[in-house]
């Protein structure tokens, strides 16, 4: 099974925290973050990274399921 990973870069304020946890799956990209693939096998470190995220950017989806971040 595969997740959609999303940044929303009007909300993205770059701070990296998503590439220090996971640098296989994010980059800084300039002014803000964004994932290097569209969707990914299940990975933890996506929803750590969500969950960390300070601008609360990173949106990890399950089909239509949001994963991430966690409650």
Same mark, same amino acid.
């Given at each position: 099974?595969?997740?959609?990973?999303?940044?929303?870069?009007?909300?993205? @304020?770059?701070?990296?925290?998503? %590439?220090?946890? *996971? /640098? &296989?799956?994010?980059?800084?990209?300039?002014?803000?973050? =964004?994932?290097?693939?569209?969707? @990914?096998?299940?990975?933890?470190? %996506?929803?750590? *990274? /969500? &969950?960390?995220?300070?601008?609360?950017?990173?949106?990890? =989806?399950?089909?239509?399921?949001?994963?991430?971040?966690?409650?």
């Amino acid at each position: 099974m595969t997740w959609q990973v999303e940044i929303d870069p009007q909300q993205c @304020i770059a701070s990296g925290s998503c %590439a220090a946890i *996971a /640098a &296989d799956l994010f980059v800084v990209d300039g002014a803000y973050a =964004r994932p290097l693939k569209d969707r @990914i096998e299940e990975d933890e470190r %996506a929803l750590d *990274a /969500a &969950d960390v995220c300070p601008a609360m950017a990173i949106t990890v =989806r399950n089909g239509a399921e949001v994963v991430g971040p966690r409650p």
